[in-house]
């Protein structure tokens, strides 16, 4: 079964500096999909990024951006000039065109002002 | 924008009552998809439905039921619940693929006592 794995249940950083948020997975197929959701207090989870694994390009969308190493089967999230309302719970997950997605258990990140 | 809503944010029920969870989603997506989510366990995935009428378990499934009559609504039943079905029930949708988005509603959270 394909797992997701986030080894940082909790981080935090300071407002203006860049944190890296770990993420591994574990799966045998060669083409899939891989997210970062974001989860507010109280709101919303909203799609941060996502990027596919045949594009060997790292996405990039504004401050964020993701550093994915297919071989190493890790996709971490780079958070640059870090904002209060940037504090959430983030969630990454995988998909494929067999499986829904399947999500890590979270890091909860907290932006100090 | 995709909407997702779900029919109350906060519910308070009785062991061994039938629970219903309403979610509605107004962009015609083809997939819909029920989570629970618990404090260091993340994200699971308990039904989804790739289309009407059509359902399929998910990791979690026991002692809950789904029901998908039209497109866009997607149900919820927790048949006769437990205390351990307390926890907050996420609904998602997205169009066919397992590249999309999932768009979420903002959540039930659910105290059975």
């Known amino acids: 079964a394909q797992t997701v794995t986030q080894s940082q249940p909790e981080m935090s950083v300071q407002e203006a500096e860049t944190v890296t948020l770990s993420c591994t997975y574990d799966?045998?197929?060669?083409?899939?999909?891989l997210f970062w959701y974001k989860q507010p207090p109280s709101r919303q989870m909203i799609l941060v990024i996502r990027?596919?694994?045949?594009?060997?390009q790292n996405a990039t969308e504004n401050r964020f951006s993701v550093n994915f190493q297919k071989a190493a089967k890790s996709f971490s999230l780079k958070i640059s000039d870090s904002q209060l309302g940037d504090a959430a719970m983030y969630f990454c997950?995988?998909?494929?065109?067999?499986?829904?997605?399947?999500f890590g258990k979270g890091t909860r990140l907290s932006v100090i002002a | 924008d995709v909407k997702v809503t779900q029919s109350s944010r906060y519910l308070v029920k009785r062991t061994g009552e039938k629970v219903f969870l309403e979610c509605v989603q107004d962009m015609d997506h083809e997939n819909m998809f029920w989570y629970r989510q618990d404090p260091g366990l993340g994200l699971r995935l308990i039904y989804f439905?790739?289309?009407?009428?059509?359902?399929e378990k998910g990791d979690i499934p026991e002692g809950y039921s789904v029901s998908r009559e039209k497109k866009e609504r997607f149900s919820l039943i927790l048949e006769s619940a437990s205390t351990n079905q307390t926890s907050m029930y996420l609904c998602a949708s997205s169009l066919g693929g397992p590249q999309e988005t999932q768009y979420f509603g903002p959540g039930t959270r659910l105290l059975v006592l």
């Open positions: 997950a995988w998909s494929s065109g067999n499986t829904p997605l399947v």
């Open positions: 799966t045998s197929e060669s083409d899939y999909y």
């Open positions: 439905s790739y289309d009407v009428k059509m359902k």
């Open positions: 990027q596919e694994a045949y594009k060997q």
